[in-house]
């Protein structure tokens, strides 16, 4: 490594690096988990996943980047590589910090903070305008587009918490607002129309690796945003596939569900299916309703930040300060007077857990925005629901959970569990070694969190898509209590 550029780094900021010069630190670039970036044609940057690296280095003569921060840590590692002195004062740490700053998130909230509020606005209605293109073209849900879509709602979610942020400290301008959180739902519109058009099947929805950000946070949210619309579509299709099971369900309940219901009520009143959910188990028909269901589900984890590490274990982190963007989420979100209530108690309720200890507990939080109207319209019903499609039963406090949050807990810790990017774990669980975990947990617990109902229509989720391969370990998981599944 003798050859030096004449100039490594440009106006945008990146080094530039040719694949010789890669070759010869790629090393050092997998060991420090350096993210390398290729220019697209349309000149924006794309981040290489390292499994593709061989194909890049192998296959073409052509430029690499690398951003600042990188760099220099990169540098700091082999002084051969700089065309300036390493620096200085900065402590050559041997033992490696717990959690690094999300890079690549930062630096595409960066992107988004340097916008003015037109151009974020242009921006997401480009992207609409992108995905508009792609079911026009027939375009198939397969990796290549699931990469672009990812691409399309990282950038529409760091302009959204960038514009959220912003909001807090100095207002923007409500019609400004609005036209954010509207072609932001109209995004999310054209994104269910592509995957119902483009899907094959629900296989093909499983695919998520291919959700490749190089940011662990951004991975999650748009894995979520993905697996959240993917379940749906088969909540629905359940209840014409499995219209069988779902009567079952109210046959069997005692058998199957009870158990879990009763110790969460902890036996203060007699449960049954129709108590579980209020107005009875049902597909989310409406279109609106659905859209909002994913808009919350899109925007659940947005007051995450770059700089600190979440996951649901107990060691080596900072569980205060994780437990605080389940608020940040909910003041963002609220603040921007443009979303639905049910949207926003999305941000603040998704680990809730049935309000159990190991909950974050922010229901009465959620309730007192709702003091106010509880006295005008108050259900007199005597009877506690777990689970309703409507927001306000929960804020008016007649039913424990809405319905998408629900659903959040679920995808939200099986993400979780199996993500292979998460570094603070060993090792990733298989799905089958997670849902055992997840029913350990959070199931077969004096205090039950997950709901088991949702629990098992996940589990034949996953039997579906193919991603729980063998029949009989899905069979062995909806086995609750000893009673046989339906
Ligand atoms: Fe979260
Ligand atoms: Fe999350």
């Known amino acids: ?22 070759s010869g630190v790629l090393e050092r670039i997998v060991q420090l988990d350096i993210p390398l970036r290729r220019k697209r044609p349309d000149g924006s940057y794309g981040y290489i996943p390292p499994k593709d690296f061989d194909y890049y280095l192998k296959n073409k003569e052509m430029t690499f980047y690398i951003d600042e921060d990188s760099y220099e ?167 014409q596939r499995f219209s069988n099971d779902v009567k079952r369900f109210r046959a069997h309940f005692r058998d199957l569900f009870y158990q879990y219901y009763d110790r969460i009520l ?82 603040l309720l998704h680990h809730d857990y049935y309000g159990a200890p190991y909950g974050y507990r922010q229901l009465e939080t959620f309730r007192k925005k709702f003091i106010d109207r509880r006295e005008k319209s108050r259900d007199t019903s005597p009877l506690l629901h777990m689970i309703s499609y409507n927001i306000n039963d929960v804020g008016y406090g007649n039913t424990v959970a809405y319905f998408p949050n629900k659903i959040m807990e679920i995808l939200d810790i099986y993400d979780a569990l199996t993500d292979p990017d998460k570094k603070y774990r060993t090792r990733t669980y298989t799905p089958e070694e997670a849902l055992m975990l997840m029913r350990k947990e959070y199931l077969d617990v004096p205090y039950p969190g997950i709901d088991p109902i949702i629990f098992y229509i996940f589990v034949d989720f996953l039997r579906a898509s193919g991603v729980i391969a063998d029949p009989a370990v899905a069979e062995e998981l909806k086995t609750f209590g000893g009673a046989a599944p339906l």
């Open 73 to 239: 840590k990169l540098m700091r590692n082999d002084p051969e590589l700089s065309t300036s002195p390493v620096p200085h004062g900065e402590p050559q740490a041997e033992t490696k910090p717990s959690f690094e700053t999300d890079r690549i998130f930062q630096q595409e909230l960066d992107r988004a903070e340097e916008m003015d509020i037109t151009e974020r606005i242009q921006s997401i209605m480009n992207h609409s305008f992108r995905i508009n293109g792609m079911i026009e073209e027939g375009r198939r849900f397969d990796p290549g587009t699931i990469g672009t879509v990812s691409d399309i709602f990282t950038s529409t979610l760091c302009i959204n918490k960038s514009t959220m942020m912003e909001n807090l400290t100095q207002p923007i301008p409500q019609e400004n607002m609005s036209r954010i959180i509207t072609g932001s739902n109209a995004l999310i519109d054209s994104l269910l129309k592509l995957m119902a058009k483009g899907r094959a099947s629900f296989a093909d929805l499983a695919r998520l690796e291919h959700v490749q950000t190089g940011s662990i946070t951004l991975n999650h949210m748009n894995r979520l945003l993905i697996r959240f619309i993917a379940f749906l579509f088969f909540y629905n299709s359940y209840f």
């Open 1 to 22: 490594m003798s050859a030096q550029p004449e100039s490594r780094k440009a106006t945008d900021g990146y080094h530039r690096l040719t694949t010789h010069e890669v």
């Open 266 to 347: 902890k036996g203060s009143q007699q449960v049954n299916l129709e108590i579980v959910f209020k107005g009875g188990i049902a597909p989310v028909q409406e279109r609106w309703r659905f859209i909002e269901y994913v808009m919350g589900g899109f925007m659940h984890d947005i007051g995450k930040l770059p700089d600190i590490s979440y996951h649901d274990g107990t060691e080596g982190f900072d569980m205060k300060k994780a437990r605080r963007h389940v608020f940040d989420s909910y003041n963002m979100l609220l603040e921007t007077r443009e979303l639905s209530l049910g949207v926003v108690s999305t941000g």
